[in-house]
Each structure stands twice: as structure tokens, then as C-alpha cells.
């Protein structure tokens, strides 16, 4: 493991803390080595500085402290270091705000004055000149760009903010890794893409070459990411990895560091905890205040609904308007009227439980309106993107020529059984269910090999939803033998959705085998991500009849997990119960994996769902109708009273008093109370609306199988 360095300081102290921290880390020897690397004088040497430009005031506590970005520009120039930029990306908000590039907020929010050496920043956009980068074949980021500007930097560094965060619970120099990619963040690594696997993509592919974290004032809270909350945390962390220094962050705040799915991916999950070598304090901070459970899980469900969360993100942050003005009058409204809301429910347990009671409704709402698209329109669940996830360097060849010593005597036992009624042949073996069916498609066999690639045999199965597959071995023709698959699939049955039924997901070793007349694919599933799978195998033979055509054989060894409900209802005890549902879930499941397989010879889509769109939602104009009454009633509801005037110490610090309580109000909480009951009391009716505008806008806005889009 690396070391980590913890210096204390407070703003006033000026750039004394930060000099300090990349000397006790190492900065200077690692920038001049990597001089010696690339034969560079240190004048010549491309440094970039990420940097995390957020919030909209700048007097805000979300983003890295300007003025530390100042002092480490200084500090670099002073050591001979001319080529030095700082670089941030467009985060959506230019939508829906005025502002038009990344540079144009960093500028407004101080980024670009000059520092107290004198020297003008130079600031470059992460979202120009975007050139392939070097992600594998089983990335999640796979074919995704980069900025040349970080690909090409001689030495790159992330300086970001130590803060709490709703959706990943707390956030370090991880969380500045997944903006990279420009554009809407808690889209691009959160709904489209999971943000673990996204930081992980982009560790392994063009890691930092050294992390710096301002928590000299650290932003806490329930709302880390979206409101100001400073608390003079006092310490500067640093360190060439960021896993390692975002751990003694973590660590320092009393929160559970795996709660950050980022650094849990970063970190691994098999049991072991990093243990970097710790130079400075690793007691905990006094004071800090992080995201209730709960809540951060209401949020991170949000996240994959991207209408809604665009329009909680629009909603809910401080803006200093005389900077960042609304682009719509009616989310200027709301915000102002919400985010107030959330102000007062930070500030109380009471408060903190009512707006985590309100989201998980609104959640919850989401994901009812999902299981019902589910059940009754597939075609508006989105297809999922996901990395390999499998370490291919703990299989040998022999691993997979095992796969088929697996299947085969399961076929057998197949092929011993009599066919039921419906021609399909089934049995439970040790919990699982052992399925088998056959079918002749009129296709003549060497047309449909040409056209059906066996190596993609498992995505025509019957509601596969996404996934990820890399080729270990090729024959001399070039045709896959040996790879690794991990597949996703919508819950089965079905109507587990409405339960809690998990996604399955799996991943699997595949083998493939070709003769003149015959070519067979199996698989056997090695590591289930989410749980949602014990057994997945099985295997797919096309063969020729003696008339020339294509005979399908599927046979499959399968037990999902259930979700508690249906664990506790026992249907193993109740075979006249669990044998239809058996029976009706595989002729289903038959019926569909061949129609894909026809589709796939004809040459159209098969997927279920649809892809996700490059960027999300442009408007939120027919949520913000829905939450409009909910505004209202909140701003009728919340306390009228005075913005209280800040007092600013010897230090730098402003403080502010508390508005105390209306007359007669006793503790100080019961306007609060009243404010947020009036707004849970109309949280179903939000929910409603909301999930009734989401359908209708994914109606309208997709396209058919046919390409045809649903708006008239």
C-alpha cells in the first residue's frame, strides 16, 4: 500500500499547508522523476490539474477552494514548472442555468483570477478535443473518449474536496474520476453506467499520478453534494493513490468507507481494508455530519430515473442568481422554494427524517413505475452497460474445456426425461430447475450459421438486458472458442419486479465447438455481482436436419434468488402451486429465446429495452408542473423570517446564528415540522404525477423497434 499524508491548517494560514503536504508527500521527487522518464526539462513538462468546480456561489463549500488552487499554481511555478493547467468538465447544469462552458463558471466562481504570485490560470475544458483512450475490451468505458488533455498530460494531478454526498455517501479524489467524462455526471456514471465501475475503468486505464484533498474546510451535511455546509474539518490530504487517500478520509469522518461505491470498487470487497502508511492525524474530525442510510439509499434509486433526479438536481442547490441566473422562471421558483426545504430539514433529526421519508416515497414511486414498464412495455427499460467485472488471470484454458465436462451430463439427464404436454422437458435438480427444448426452424443450417453468431448465443435469451463479453481464444478462422461473459436480465418471472425481484446477473465462462453439421455453445456461471444467481448455465446446439435445416436445442440449469416474500411463501412445499408457474415461466422463456433467435437471423434488434440516449432529458418542464404544487405548498408552509447576518472571525471563518424558533413555537422544530409534514402529505400525489409524467415522456420519446418514434 502507498502512504498518505495529513497536514493540519486553516484558510488563514495561506499556502503554508499545502506547501507543506507536497513536500511530506513526495510531489517534488515524483515530478522530477518523471522528467527523467520523458527526458524533459522541467519548463516542458505537461502538467494538468484536475480540479472540482462546483456549487453556485462562490462562497460555497462544494468545490476545491480556489484560493488552494492558487497557492498550488504558485508553488509549482516557483519550482520551474511553466506548463501547468487546471481542467474541469461541463457537469449539465449549463442547461438549465446561464452559463456556457466549463470555463465560463470556473471563471465566475474565481478559478481564473490571478493568483498572489501574480500568474494567470489557464484553464482547459475537459470536453475538447475527446480522442480514443485505452480502455479493455471489458470496460464499461469501452470505445468511450477522453480529453486529449488529460491522455497526453506528462503528469496528471486531481485536487478535490472533502465532503459528504448524498448519492455515494462521502467523496474524495475518487469522485472526480467519473467527470472526466464530460456531461452530466450522475447520469453518465450513475444511471447510464455504474459509478464503481466507471472509477475503476478509469484507475486501471489513466490514473492520477498524484491526489491532493482540500478538507481544510470540508462541505458535510445530509446534502454534501448539492447545499453549502462548511465545517472547519482543518487538514490537507495527500498521496499518490487515490483509494488509499480517500480511505483515511473515509475513515476520519466515522462513516462506513464501503458506503462509497466508488471507493468499495476501488478498494476491493473481499474482506480485506487497505493500510497505507498514515503520516498525520487519523482521529476522528469533531462535528461531521454525514447522510442518514436512508437517505443516500432514497437518492442513489433516484439516480437511474433520469427525469427525475435532472429535476431534483435543478431543484435543490444554492445559486447566487446574480452569477448563475435561471434559464426558466418556473425552476428559479422552485428551486428557491425546495431548496429552502432542504435547508430546514438538514438542520434537524426531525427534519432529516421527514425529507428522507419524502424521498424514499418519491423512490419508491419511481421504481413501482418501472416494475409496471417492466411488466407492460419492455421496450422503456433500458438496456444496462456493465464491465466484465472477472478477473480472466485466474482461469486457465483447461478452466474453460471444463465448462462442457459440466454440461453434457445434464444434457443427458435432458434427454432422459419425457417431454410434457407442451413438448418441453423440466425437473428440479438440488433446488434448481433442469430445462430442455427443441425446435426445427425453416432456415436452411449453412444460411443461418452465417448469419447467427453463436458467440452471441446467450444474449438471445429470453429478456437479456446488457452485458459485457471478451474473446480469450480464437481458431484458426478467427472464430471465438474460449471467453467470458457477464449478462444481465430482467428479473424472472417478471412479476418478481413488483416484489423487489433482483435483475439476474452473472457471470459466465463460455465454450464453443464447430463441426461441418453441428456447433455448440456452453456456459457456466462463475460469480453472480448482486446475488441474484446460483445456477445460470446451459447451452445452445444448432444442428443440420437431413432436409438442410436448423434443429435449436436449449438446454438450462437455472435457480434465481427470490425476493423475501417469495422466500417466505416456500412454494418448494406446494408443488401444485410452483409447477404451473414452472411450467409457464419456461414455455415462455422457449417461445421468446427462439423468436430472438429469428430476429437475429433476419437482422433486427432482439434486445430487450432500449439503449440509453448519449445525454439525458433537455427539459424538465412537465415534472417541474407536478412538483409545482408541492412548491407551493412548501413556501405557504416554511417560517417567515430574516436571513440571519454572518459574523466573520480572526480566522476567516463566518458564522452564522440560528433563526430560533416563532413565538410560542417551543423546541424551535414545529414550523419545521409543519413544513415538511405538508410536504410528505403531498408526497404520493408527487410520486403519482411524477411516475405518470416519466411514462409518458419515455413514450413519446422513444423510438419503436422500427425506429419510429412515439411523439406524433
Not at 296 to 304: K, M, S
Not at 606 to 621: I, K, M, T, V, Y
Request: proline share 7%.
Amino acid at each position: 500500500m502507498g502512504r498518505v499524508v495529513v497536514v493540519p491548517g486553516a484558510p488563514s494560514d495561506g499556502g503554508a499547508p499545502l506547501a507543506r503536504v507536497a513536500e511530506a508527500a513526495g510531489l517534488w521527487p515524483a515530478l522530477e522523476r518523471r522528467c527523467a522518464e520523458r527526458h524533459q526539462p522541467a519548463a516542458d513538462l505537461p502538467i494538468l490539474i484536475k480540479i472540482c468546480v462546483a456549487g453556485f456561489a462562490a462562497d460555497d463549500a462544494l468545490g476545491t477552494s480556489p484560493q488552494l488552487v492558487h497557492h498550488l499554481l504558485d508553488l509549482l511555478h516557483g519550482r520551474g514548472y511553466r506548463r501547468v493547467a487546471i481542467a474541469d468538465g461541463p457537469d449539465g447544469t449549463e442547461r438549465w442555468l446561464h452559463h456556457r462552458s466549463a470555463r465560463e463558471r470556473a471563471g465566475r466562481l474565481g478559478y481564473l483570477d490571478a493568483t498572489p504570485g501574480g500568474l494567470t490560470p489557464t484553464f482547459v475544458d475537459l470536453s475538447d478535443a475527446p480522442a480514443p483512450a485505452p480502455f479493455d475490451a471489458g470496460s464499461v468505458l469501452h470505445g468511450a473518449e477522453l480529453s486529449r488533455h488529460w491522455l497526453d498530460a506528462g503528469f496528471r494531478i486531481v485536487f478535490a474536496k472533502h465532503r459528504t454526498d448524498e448519492i455515494h455517501g462521502f467523496a474524495g479524489t475518487l469522485d472526480a474520476l467519473p467527470e472526466l467524462i464530460a456531461g452530466d455526471r450522475a447520469y453518465h456514471a450513475g444511471a447510464r453506467r455504474d459509478p464503481g465501475e466507471v472509477c475503476t475503468s478509469l484507475l486501471q486505464a489513466t490514473p492520477p499520478d498524484f491526489c491532493l484533498l482540500d478538507g481544510l474546510v470540508a462541505n458535510h451535511g445530509s446534502f454534501g453534494r448539492t447545499l453549502s455546509n462548511p465545517l472547519e474539518a482543518e487538514s490537507l490530504y495527500a498521496g499518490a493513490g487515490a483509494a488509499e487517500v480517500d480511505w483515511v478520509a473515509a475513515v476520519r469522518t466515522g462513516m462506513d468507507p464501503f458506503r462509497s461505491p466508488l471507493l468499495a470498487a476501488a478498494v476491493g470487497r473481499d474482506g480485506a481494508v487497505p493500510s497505507p502508511e498514515v503520516d498525520g492525524d487519523l482521529g476522528p474530525i469533531r462535528g461531521w455530519r454525514g447522510p442518514s442510510p436512508a437517505l443516500q439509499d432514497a437518492v442513489r434509486r433516484l439516480v437511474p430515473h433520469a427525469a427525475v433526479f435532472q429535476l431534483v438536481q435543478q431543484v435543490l442547490p444554492r445559486v447566487d442568481r446574480a452569477l448563475f441566473p435561471f434559464r426558466d422562471r418556473a425552476m428559479d421558483v422552485a428551486s428557491s422554494s425546495l431548496g429552502s426545504a432542504l435547508l430546514w430539514a438538514d438542520a434537524s433529526s426531525v427534519g432529516q427524517a421527514a425529507a428522507s421519508g419524502l424521498l424514499q416515497q418519491l423512490a419508491a414511486a419511481c421504481d413501482v413505475g418501472e416494475a409496471l414498464d417492466l411488466l407492460g412495455a419492455r421496450k422503456l427499460v433500458r438496456q444496462r452497460q456493465v464491465s466484465l467485472e472477472l478477473d480472466l488471470s485466474r482461469y486457465r484454458p483447461e478452466d474453460f474445456e471444463a465448462v462442457a465436462g459440466y454440461l453434457e451430463p445434464l444434457e443427458a439427464l435432458v434427454d432422459a426425461m419425457p417431454p410434457r404436454e407442451d413438448g418441453l422437458r423440466w425437473r428440479m435438480i438440488d433446488g434448481s430447475v433442469l430445462f430442455g427444448g427443441a425446435q426445427v426452424l425453416d432456415a436452411p443450417y449453412d444460411k443461418f450459421v452465417r448469419r447467427v453468431d453463436l458467440g452471441r448465443a446467450v444474449e438471445v435469451m429470453n429478456e437479456f438486458s446488457g452485458g459485457r463479453r471478451v474473446v480469450v481464444k480464437q481458431d484458426e478462422e478467427g472464430r471465438p472458442v474460449h471467453q467470458a461473459e457477464r449478462t444481465t436480465f430482467l428479473p424472472q418471472p417478471n412479476f418478481l419486479a413488483l416484489s423487489g425481484g433482483k435483475p439476474i446477473d452473472v457471470c459466465k465462462l463460455e465454450l464453443l465447438r464447430y463441426g461441418p453439421d453441428a456447433r455448440v455453445i456452453f456456459w457456466r456461471t462463475v460469480d453472480s455481482a448482486n446475488g441474484s444467481a446460483a445456477f445460470d448455465d446451459g447451452s445452445v446446439r444448432l444442428s443440420r436436419t437431413e432436409d438442410g435445416r436448423t434443429e435449436v436445442r436449449i438446454v438450462a440449469r437455472q435457480r434465481f434468488s427470490l425476493p423475501p416474500l417469495w422466500e417466505a411463501a416456500r412454494l418448494d412445499l406446494n408443488p401444485l402451486v410452483k409447477d404451473p408457474i414452472v411450467a409457464w415461466s419456461y414455455r415462455r422463456y422457449f417461445r421468446n429465446t427462439l423468436t430472438n433467435l429469428e430476429r437475429m437471423y433476419c437482422g433486427q434488434p432482439f434486445l430487450a429495452g432500449q439503449p440509453w440516449p448519449e445525454e439525458p432529458p433537455e427539459d424538465a418542464a412537465r415534472l417541474l408542473e407536478s412538483a409545482g404544487k408541492v412548491t407551493e405548498r412548501v413556501r405557504a408552509s416554511l417560517p417567515v423570517t430574516a436571513a440571519p447576518k454572518p459574523v466573520e472571525d480572526d480566522r476567516g471563518f463566518r458564522h452564522f446564528e440560528g433563526n430560533g424558533a416563532a413565538e410560542g413555537t417551543g423546541n424551535g422544530e414545529r414550523p419545521l415540522v409543519r413544513a415538511l409534514g405538508s410536504l410528505a402529505a403531498s408526497a404520493i400525489g408527487l410520486a403519482t404525477e411524477v411516475v405518470r409524467a416519466v411514462r409518458h415522456d419515455l413514450e413519446a420519446g422513444r423510438p419503436d423497434r422500427n425506429g419510429r418514434s412515439g411523439r406524433s
